[in-house]
């Protein structure tokens, strides 16, 4: 089955740095995700990317963070000056669709600690 | 706004018990259900999904479950629990639009010989 890859598997910053979690997604699909875990919490919906721009995003993904598609295979998150609750595990998803039913398909994440 | 509750973080089964993972859900249309698994080191996985199309839904890996809009619930289960079915297992749910993919918080399945 095709998969989405995030590198790195492990980041680690200081706190005010700058960090691009990089993804690639599904070769045919056109919608992309960004989600993220705090451990011990739940698995929460950062962003959603369609047609060059931003679909939707929720109250988590403020001035801090940005996302782009670079180039045709890339999909990137960037966190302008992370801070030390920025550290969780972040997942990138990607569906051929935007159907409600279509089912999303995740990388294994990258697990981002801020010091 | 929809969501979903997992009860229990941790739940821990024999090997060849059943295994039960609970899943409550709310929402005030009809919703898209889903049930993911993380294995170590891995990407979450789809196990299973509740599309309207049958209320008893098989999935991967002998996993099932089942959908009941009286008890808003979407149980996953499984007869008889294998060693290698130790995961985290996400309920999550979706409704019209271009609506976000909506988790619960997991639970972890241990299996113990």
């Known amino acids: 089955e095709p998969e989405v890859t995030q590198t790195p598997s492990h980041q680690v910053t200081q706190m005010g740095q700058e960090v691009i979690l990089r993804c690639v997604p599904i070769?045919?699909?056109?919608?992309f995700y960004w989600y993220r875990q705090i451990l011990g919490q739940k698995v929460e919906f950062l962003v959603s990317?369609?047609?060059?721009?931003?679909?939707?995003k929720s109250e988590i993904f403020d001035d801090q963070f940005s996302v782009e598609r670079p180039d045709g295979s890339n999909f990137t998150l960037k966190i302008r000056s992370t801070k030390l609750e920025d550290s969780a595990m972040y997942f990138c998803?990607?569906?051929?669709?935007?159907?409600?039913?279509?089912?999303?398909?995740f990388g294994s994440g990258t697990q981002l600690s801020v010091l | 706004a929809q969501s979903v509750t997992q009860l229990g973080s941790h739940v821990s089964v024999s090997e060849g018990a059943l295994v039960l993972l609970r899943c409550n859900y709310s929402?005030?249309?009809?919703?898209?259900l889903f049930w993911y698994v993380q294995y170590p080191n891995q990407g979450l996985q789809l196990l299973l999904k509740?599309?309207?199309?049958?209320?008893l839904v098989k999935g991967i890996n002998g996993f099932e479950a089942e959908f009941k809009k009286s008890e808003t619930s979407f149980h996953l289960t499984k007869p008889s629990a294998h060693m290698s079915d130790a995961a985290e297992y996400f309920c999550?749910?979706?409704?019209?639009?271009?609506?976000?993919?909506?988790f619960g918080k997991g639970t972890r399945l241990s299996v113990i010989a």
């Open positions: 070769s045919n699909h056109l919608y």
């Open positions: 509740y599309t309207s199309a049958a209320t």
């Open positions: 990317f369609y047609n060059n721009e931003i679909s939707e």
């Open positions: 999550a749910v979706r409704t019209s639009g271009n609506t976000p993919l909506v």
């Open positions: 998803a990607s569906t051929k669709t935007r159907d409600s039913y279509e089912k999303l398909f």
């Open positions: 929402s005030s249309v009809p919703p898209y």
